[in-house]
């Protein structure tokens, strides 16, 4: 019974084409012929089926109604308007220069395209006075700065520093600074290596400007003593051609301040860096004459009375 039941079934089955009411839906025709079809196929599960065998004719392959496939119409541009003039070719126009190609890269990526930042400062430069260089088998190197002020060792010395582990060895110099024209500095810094020690003592010395108060004749006022812990210093001024007399850091001291005729004597320690500073403190105490005076009230002539 159940054998037969499901061959009247397959027998009925049949696809209507009339079910798709839409026109543009293509239509086709799909009868199943149960006689046709054994029953151990019809037992199996339908992934397991052949595919059906269809006809050719069996496909129905509607046009749409009242509309031409074959018929294209041919196009009609818009009319120009009155006046209108054609634009010139690329190649027509006249060469762009070479700031008008920057202006435009400008709007399109940025001011930093051309080279140039806001400030107008040039990207590509640096602005900082100290420029780093790296050498083949050395550290970090930077070249000196051009300030307009000279450098001059005066001493370095190694140093040690106990700590839990042993000691460590690190490097202090001492440098004098001056542009030769009044104003001189003395600094000094303590670093691993010696070139890093000299660096640093010249950015200490840079800190630490003072002004030299000379006569028309390259010398001191007047003169002058001081002292910076056991280190004792004299100055004096000197008669035009006599030079620079003196010895150790005082000499680079007065050197590098511009002064030409003078006479220094050390007194007491030889320590570079207190006798430096001792000429430092010394050159501090100078007053000009016109200061003196403007001081006391009286004119210049009257200081010499």
Known sequence: ??????????????LNPNRHSHPLLFSHRLILSAS???????LKSPHSLPPAKVASGDFEIPFLEGEDVEDTGAFSPPERPEGYVPPSSFDDGPAETEEEI????????????????????????????????????????????RDGFDERVVQVRRVTKVVKGGKQLHFRAVVVVGDKQGNVGVGVGKAKEVVSAVQKSAVN???NIVAVPMTK?????????????????????????????????????????????????????????????????AVQKMRQFSEVAEERG????????
């Open 1 to 14: 019974m159940a054998a037969s039941s499901l061959s009247t079934t397959f027998s009925a089955l049949s």
């Open 298 to 305: 009286i004119p210049m002539e009257e200081l010499w009375k």
């Open 205 to 207: 010395a840079r800190r």
């Open 217 to 281: 004749y390259k010398t001191f006022p007047h003169r002058s003593e001081a002292d910076y812990g056991a280190a004792r210093v004299m100055l004096r001024p000197a008669s035009p051609g006599t030079g620079v007399i003196a010895g150790g850091a005082v000499r680079f001291v007065l050197e590098l301040a511009g002064v030409e005729n003078a006479l220094g004597k050390q007194l007491g320690s030889n320590n570079a860096l207190n006798n430096a500073r001792a000429t430092v403190v």
């Open 36 to 42: 046709k079809t054994p029953l151990s196929l019809l």
């Open 102 to 145: 920057a202006r435009a890269f400008e709007e399109l990526y940025g001011a930093a395209y051309s080279g140039e930042s806001f400030l107008g400062n040039d990207v590509y430069a640096m602005d900082s006075m100290v420029k780093k260089a790296t050498g083949f088998g050395s550290k970090t190197k930077k070249e000196k700065v």
